[in-house]
Nanobody, 124 residues
Framework: QVQLVESGGGLVQAGGSLRLSCAASGSIFRISHMAWYRQAPGKQRELVASIPSLGSTIYADSVKGRFTISRDNAKNTVYLQMNSLKPEDTAVYYC??????????????????WGQGTQVTVSS
């Protein structure tokens, strides 16, 4: 009943920029934190950035100063602006959100949801 749909991935040259978007839809009562993770081939999924409903954002050391996470609560959407991209940023990027469903949806409690992933490839 709740879906996260990502968009904005693609192929870019080193030094370029991409903007990822992730829209949550369905029977949503409240969204607390939202985040972006990534998984490169042969590696574990890692946190890239997270943004709570209130409070400070968190970034992985490897992306600080280059990536910016933001959210539009009216649109239930989280964004990841990626600048100065490097080949090591190549990965599948996943959106994550902790969502409470509406009272009559049967999901009136916090659950973690994941998007389907979007490929980001940075060429050298």
């Amino acid at each position: 009943q709740v879906q996260l749909v990502e968009s904005g991935g693609g192929l870019v040259q080193a030094g370029g920029s991409l903007r990822l978007s992730c829209a949550a839809s369905g029977s949503i009562f409240r969204i607390s934190h939202m985040a972006w993770y990534r998984q490169a081939p042969g590696k574990q999924r890692e946190l890239v950035a997270s943004i709570p409903s209130l409070g400070s954002t968190i970034y992985a050391d490897s992306v600080k100063g280059r990536f910016t996470i933001s959210r539009d609560n009216a649109k239930n959407t989280v964004y990841l602006q990626m600048n100065s991209l490097k080949p090591e940023d190549t990965a599948v990027y996943y959106c994550n959100a902790n969502i409470i469903g509406t009272p009559y949806s049967g999901s009136y409690y916090p659950q973690d949801y994941w998007g389907q992933g979007t490929q980001v490839t940075v060429s050298s």
